[in-house]
């Protein structure tokens, strides 16, 4: 069965590197998402992503956010400077032409 | 105030027992997805609604979506140790598959 996957599981940075989290979302899916669950937190949205751009983006999703689809198959989160409040459990999502809205399993972002 | 309730906020449940979640919106709702999370890990979907009154199944898990389209809720039937875990409600309200998810339901299945 199809499945979004993302990479790494975990990521342990210093405050003030750049991370760029990887997605790989299910093939024949045209929207992409990032959402991001802080610990004990309820899971909210980032930014959203068609036709190889940004449909929407949260308050969050400041100048220090970017996302890409660099090939047919990767669709990446990059953060510029990790700040200690970055750290959460960031999940991709796509959602097909029946409009289910898939989860990818998480990376875990620890900045310390 | 919260776009989307859930309630309860945990539940513990005999094994063979049958439990309801419900997710109410405070505005119509275009979507509700309903996910099931173990702690620190991903969201498995269950199900979505998009019209009022729909009604969809899947083993023994049920979701209900009301006319108005503003409350939704989730039974189990028959509750196992599988069905343990956070239960969250998605609601798309406006129309963008951008969701807004609810706090939670922990479910606990007591032998």
């Known amino acids: 069965e199809p499945e979004v996957t993302q990479t790494p599981s975990h990521q342990v940075t210093q405050m003030g590197q750049e991370v760029i989290l990887r997605c790989v979302p299910i093939s024949n899916h045209l929207y992409f998402y990032w959402y991001r669950q802080i610990l004990g937190q309820k899971v909210e949205f980032l930014v959203s992503f068609y036709n190889n751009e940004i449909s929407e983006k949260s308050e969050i999703f400041d100048d220090q956010f970017s996302v890409e689809r660099p090939d047919g198959s990767n669709f990446t989160l990059k953060i510029r400077s990790t700040k200690l409040e970055d750290s959460a459990m960031y999940f991709c999502?796509?959602?097909?032409?029946?409009?289910?809205?898939?989860f990818g399993p998480g990376t875990r972002l620890t900045v310390l | 105030s919260q776009e989307l309730e859930q309630s309860p906020q945990s539940l513990i449940v005999q094994e063979g027992k049958n439990l309801t979640i419900n997710c109410t919106s405070s505005k119509t709702l275009y979507g509700l997805y309903w996910y099931k999370q173990k702690y620190g890990e991903g969201l498995i979907f269950l199900m979505m609604l998009q019209k009022g009154g729909e009604e969809k199944s899947h083993e023994k898990i049920t979701a209900k979506l009301d006319e108005k389209k503003q409350q939704s809720s989730l039974h189990i039937t028959a509750s196992q140790p599988s069905h343990a875990g956070i239960y969250l409600c998605g609601a798309d309200i406006s129309n963008d598959y951008k969701l807004s998810f609810g706090a939670g339901t922990t479910v606990t299945v007591r032998a």
């Open positions: 999502a796509s959602t097909g032409s029946y409009n289910e809205q898939f």
